[in-house]
């Protein structure tokens, strides 16, 4: 019997931990142990987020919550460490690219316990994203690199990483989407808000360059107001976006210039706004994703991206850091088309697990003859 510890801690995580802890459950002779770090803790971005991806109740709760990046990475560091050492998996799984994938990484590294890095080999090239700072560095702990797409092949290969420990796969997080697109559109949450289908611009935006400076977020808000003269805008906010706009003052701005401000959604309700919307504005990286997968086209209010297939293959157009580039918003007058990117085809997590279920029986067989 071989155990798996699963560390996830901010929303996007679970979406990508969820159909491979689905997939891998499928299979015998594994157990399977889920850790919520806390880094999230609001109810639409945790509790709600779980339910709607259908996710076991976690078995370990760490309770690390908010604070600067190094308190929060450095204490997840020490609930996970004190975790690893309770549950001795032989493997550790993370994902994505937020401070508690880095910490679960770290903590696992020190110990010499194997890690997986789901949505390896993404890159900015952008260091003052915290993001890419922990992509970089979990990828360099990971013992199996599992990636979405061709390009994260080709920056691991620059970064000298043995090329037999990375894996192209697929993207888990277009397997959520699509096990859950028949549930996420029967709901209509569009149409409980009021809005028509198609006849609105869905916006998301928490990145720290565009809230958490005070003449950058007067320009989105200048920007969204703008927009919100074009087409109708609905905005559901991020707390930490939410306590930017609050702090200085800028939330009536926004709702008095008639964008529709609404709290966090839950997986299932933001799907299904995105679902129906006519066009996206965002600066998420797994909303760059989702809206290419859907076809809806998505504007995304930063310089650069780790996701370039996304406007290689997807809907996605890069606008820059300047929001006044959200006047080319246009909602197209067709229904969109779901685009095709290859192995983004909801069976992303069988191979993940073909390829870890394979890499366990090594390192038993390993262990068995040392
Ligand atoms: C984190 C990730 C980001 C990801 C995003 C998804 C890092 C470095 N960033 O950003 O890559 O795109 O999650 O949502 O890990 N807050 C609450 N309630 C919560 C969580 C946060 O009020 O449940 C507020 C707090 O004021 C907190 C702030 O939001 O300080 C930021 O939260 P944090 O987890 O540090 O980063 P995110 O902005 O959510």
Known sequence: MATLLYVAGARPNFVKIAPLLTALSRRSGLEHVLAHTGQHYDRELSAEILGDLELPRPDHFLGVGSGSHGAQTARALAACEQLLLEVRPDLLVVAGDVNSTLAGALAAAKLGTPIVHLESGLRSFDWTMPEEINRVLTDRLSDVLLTHSPEALDNLAREGVDGSTVFLVGNTMVDSLRRFEPNARERETWRGLGLDRRGYVLVTLHRPSNVDTPAQLAAVVRALVGLAGEAEVVFPVHPRTRARLESTGAWSTLVDGGVRCLDPLGYLDFLSLQL?????????????????????????????????????HGTNTLIGDDPAALRDVRIPAVEPTP???????????ERAADVLESFLARSLARGRAA
């Open 339 to 349: 685009r095709v990117i290859p192995l983004w085809d909801g069976h992303a997590a």
């Open 276 to 312: 129906a919307a006519g066009a996206v504005v965002t600066d998420s990286g797994g909303i760059q994703e989702e809206a290419s997968a859907l076809g809806v086209p998505c504007y995304t209010l930063r310089p650069n991206t780790e996701r370039p297939i996304t406007i290689s």
